[in-house]
């Protein structure tokens, strides 16, 4: 069973920027993508971004696009969640998860991380 790890969560003023990262326990082709979303209170789950493993290729939601990147270490089976410039707008728990394709739709995806608070002061 695919187990996600996350950590990189914390509190940072607007502007500034913040690394998360997610080890993957297994890597198998059935599960060959990995992709980032965030809950905020009150809010829907929304897409920011997602990679595949053997292709280099990354996706990413309108909110975050120029801000946030999705690099990888295929060695440590581990994908990050770089953002830069953040806003109070980008606060909430920010999940990842491991599907076996690359989509912007939560449902696709499998397994999922326990989630960490990313938090933007003003």
């Known amino acids: 069973q695919v187990q996600l790890v996350e950590s990189g969560g914390g509190l940072v003023q607007a502007g500034g920027s913040l690394r998360l990262s997610c080890a993957k326990t297994?890597?198998?082709?059935?599960?060959?993508?990995m992709g980032w979303f965030r809950q905020a209170p009150g809010k829907e789950r929304e897409f920011v971004a997602a990679?595949?493993?053997?292709?280099?290729?990354?996706i990413y939601g309108d909110s975050v696009k120029s801000r946030f990147t999705i690099p990888r270490d295929n060695a440590k089976n581990t994908v990050y969640l770089q953002m830069n410039s953040l806003t109070p707008e980008d606060t909430a728990v920010y999940y990842c998860?491991?599907?076996?394709?690359?989509?912007?739709?939560?449902?696709?995806?499998?397994?999922w991380g326990q989630g960490t608070q990313v938090t933007v002061s003003s």
């Open positions: 998860a491991s599907g076996p394709r690359l989509t912007t739709a939560n449902g696709e995806y499998v397994y």
């Open positions: 990679m595949r493993w053997t292709v280099d290729t990354a």
């Open positions: 297994t890597r198998t082709f059935s599960n060959s993508a």
